[in-house]
């Protein structure tokens, strides 16, 4: 924070803001409000850097005390998971094993394909002539970049590049909006 901001908090450590006290009447004194909404971003700023560090220093000192913690629940599950395989091989049956304090379900999946390579695989599809399984979608990105908005005949519509009219396209009206900036 440099002297002029420290300045501008000690004039308004001072003062109590009020709608019926302040009023942005010229130049000047929107000058001065962007002023002091520097300021108070600078605190905030400043107030969130200090929040952030001790966040990260908890956070760390959190993973360390939760790493012994982590392996025991890792060792302890590993014992269940391998006495439950043991109970499935006596009982196919035994898809879950239940107690007061607990459950251990097992489920089982089949094998299902993985597409690997997209490219291939959409080659593979053309060439068998199964194109019932490839869509189509327009790439609405780059197509609305081309329209235009124009008046025709007493109305607002959406025309393409080739000065067509398009159907199936709303319009978003616009309209102003204002951030402060400092």
């Known amino acids: 924070m ?3 901001q420290q300045a501008e908090i000690e004039e308004l450590e001072g003062e109590e803001l009020s709608e019926e006290k302040f009023r ?6 929107l000058n001065w409000t962007f002023r002091k909404i520097a300021v108070f971003k600078e605190r905030m700023e400043e107030t969130d850097e200090i929040a952030a560090k001790e966040i990260e220093r908890i956070h760390l000192w959190a993973a360390e005390q939760h790493k012994p913690i982590k392996q025991s629940i890792d060792f302890f599950e590993g014992q269940i998971m391998q006495y439950h395989m043991e109970m499935l091989e006596k009982d196919p049956k ?20 993985v597409a690997l390579d997209k490219e291939m695989l959409l080659k593979h599809v053309k060439e068998s002539e199964q194109t019932g399984f490839i869509s189509e979608e327009i790439k609405w990105g780059e197509f609305k970049k081309s329209l235009k908005v124009q008046e025709m005949d007493g109305h607002t519509v959406i025309i393409d590049a080739y000065g067509q009219r398009v159907d199936g396209v709303g319009m978003d009206q616009g309209g102003t909006t204002f951030k402060v900036e400092v």
């Open 2 to 4: 440099n002297a002029l």
């Open 94 to 113: 035994a898809k879950t094993l239940k107690t007061p304090h607990g459950k251990s379900k097992s489920t089982t999946r089949k094998p299902t394909p």
């Open 24 to 29: 942005i009447t010229n130049q000047e004194t």
